[in-house]
């Protein structure tokens, strides 16, 4: 292990893997990613991990762009290609006509952008979707990039890619204290031996309290209960000749996609703390 670098990334799920790799792809090398157990074994394995393409301005549907374009990249890579990387499209469903003139604006907004989305009545919706009811349904919105990818495959591939441009990945390297001197340089206490830096990124992800009171940080995060339902197999989706598309209801705040021949369904907490 080393004992200095420039970069420490504590956490080794989705944002510690990105955050490694991306100073590696501007030409730093000396950047290291201390993890308590191993890769993805936190929140990120437990992921639907959907991709949309969707979002609430220009700036996030320009980032999901960019995403969606690594991780195709990354799907591809023959050193370690991602094989879970299913292209459904989905639709955002619609029961009022403000959400209707909502996606329209959206689709135009994005158009701009050269993204496509498609706004489509309630017969379209089910000729797309072989579940769907189209009672009190006017309509959705389409977004044929729309699709899910193995969250596991996908940290181990960021890291994968690091570890080839110079970084060091320290599994089961738990970070135990955090001291900043006054010139601004850092050490990283973990259980197999201290690392200075220069900048230490936490992305312990909903553990990140417990890593800032070693510098007496607090920031306001909360856990929100969060869980998904597996269906066993359906004998509609198992006969439909293709995959189904994903469905995501902003009224009722639950998604659903086809895995395997059955379905993922997963809801939101309601009321939650913020
Ligand atoms: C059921 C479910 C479904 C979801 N579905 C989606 C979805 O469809 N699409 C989507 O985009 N998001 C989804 N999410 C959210 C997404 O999974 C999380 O936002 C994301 O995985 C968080 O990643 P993270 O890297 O911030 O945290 P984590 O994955 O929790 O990683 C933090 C890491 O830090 C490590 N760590 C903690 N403390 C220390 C320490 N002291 N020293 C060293 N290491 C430490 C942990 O071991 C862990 O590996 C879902 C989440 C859940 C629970």
């Known amino acids: 292990m080393k004992s200095r670098t420039k970069v420490v990334v504590i956490g080794g799920g989705i944002a510690g893997c990105t955050t490694l790799y991306y100073p590696t792809q501007e030409g730093w090398t000396d950047v290291v990613l201390g993890e308590w157990n191993d890769l993805t074994l936190s929140t990120t394995w437990q992921s639907a991990a959907q991709v949309k393409h969707f979002g609430m301005n220009q700036t996030m549907v320009g980032q999901k762009t960019y995403s ?18 299913h292209r459904d499209g989905g639709i955002r469903l619609a029961n009022t006509e403000a959400q209707m003139q909502g996606y329209r604006h959206f689709a135009s907004m994005v158009r701009g952008m050269d993204v496509q989305f498609e706004v489509i009545d309630a017969e379209e919706c089910a000729r797309r979707h072989p579940l769907i009811s189209t009672e009190n349904l006017i309509g959705g919105l389409w977004d044929t990039m729309d699709r899910d990818i193995d969250p596991a495959q996908l940290c181990q591939a960021l890291g994968c890619r690091a570890r080839k441009a110079g970084a060091e990945v320290y599994r089961n390297t738990p970070v135990v204290g955090l001291t900043q001197y006054n010139d601004d340089i850092w050490t990283v206490q973990t259980e197999h031996g201290d690392i200075d830096c220069d900048k230490v990124v936490n992305a312990c992800g909903h553990r990140v309290n417990e890593v800032d009171a070693m510098i007496g940080v607090h920031h306001p ?14 004998l509609a989706i198992r006969d439909a000749g293709h995959r189904i598309p994903l469905l995501r209801c ?9 895995e395997k021949n059955g379905l993922l369904l997963g809801f939101h907490e309601q009321d939650c703390k913020t």
Request: overall charge negative; some cysteine; glycine content about 2%.
């Open 250 to 258: 902003p009224i009722s705040d639950y998604y659903c996609r086809q």
């Open 221 to 234: 995060v909360y856990h929100i209960g969060y869980q998904y339902f597996l269906a066993e197999e359906i």
């Open 68 to 85: 969606i374009q690594l991780y195709k990249d990354l799907a591809e890579d023959p050193d370690y290609p991602i094989n879970h990387h």
